[in-house]
């Protein structure tokens, strides 16, 4: 069964940091961009940040550049989002998700592109 599965949400004070983690299974995510993406309640899913295959390219959203920083490890199947100085708009589930192609650049991945969905898990930060 392939899976994502998120881990390392939870409650934070404004300017506080987190780290995401993403680990993938059933399968090799090596050669598949990878990104996160968030839902706050009452609004629709956006696009955080996404790295390529090879970790060649990054894309950040405005609202998160230079506070958020995206990375992966292949050996590990895993990628990763490290959070800083977080506000409370960034309160939302954050999803972990990977392209349904393979060897696509950070630019390619985005809602219509994705293959594979985690579960989410919810980040909060308290003003």
């Known amino acids: 069964q392939v899976q994502l599965a998120e881990s390392g949400g939870g409650l934070v004070q404004t300017g506080g940091s987190l780290r995401l983690s993403c680990a993938g299974s059933?399968?090799?995510?090596?050669?598949?961009?990878m990104g996160w993406f968030r839902q706050a309640p009452g609004k629709e899913r956006e696009t955080v940040a996404t790295?390529?295959?090879?970790?060649?390219?990054?894309y950040y959203a405005d609202s998160v550049t230079g506070r958020f920083t995206i990375s992966r490890d292949n050996a590990k199947n895993t990628v990763y989002l490290q959070m800083n100085s977080l506000k409370p708009e960034d309160t939302a589930v954050y999803y972990c998700?990977?392209?349904?192609?393979?060897?696509?650049?950070?630019?390619?991945?985005?809602?219509?592109?994705?293959?594979?969905w985690g579960q989410g898990t919810q980040v909060t930060v308290s003003s």
């Open positions: 059933g399968r090799t995510f090596s050669t598949n961009a």
């Open positions: 998700a990977a392209d349904r192609n393979a060897y696509t650049t950070a630019q390619h991945l985005n809602i219509m592109t994705v293959g594979y």
């Open positions: 790295i390529a295959w090879h970790s060649g390219s990054r």
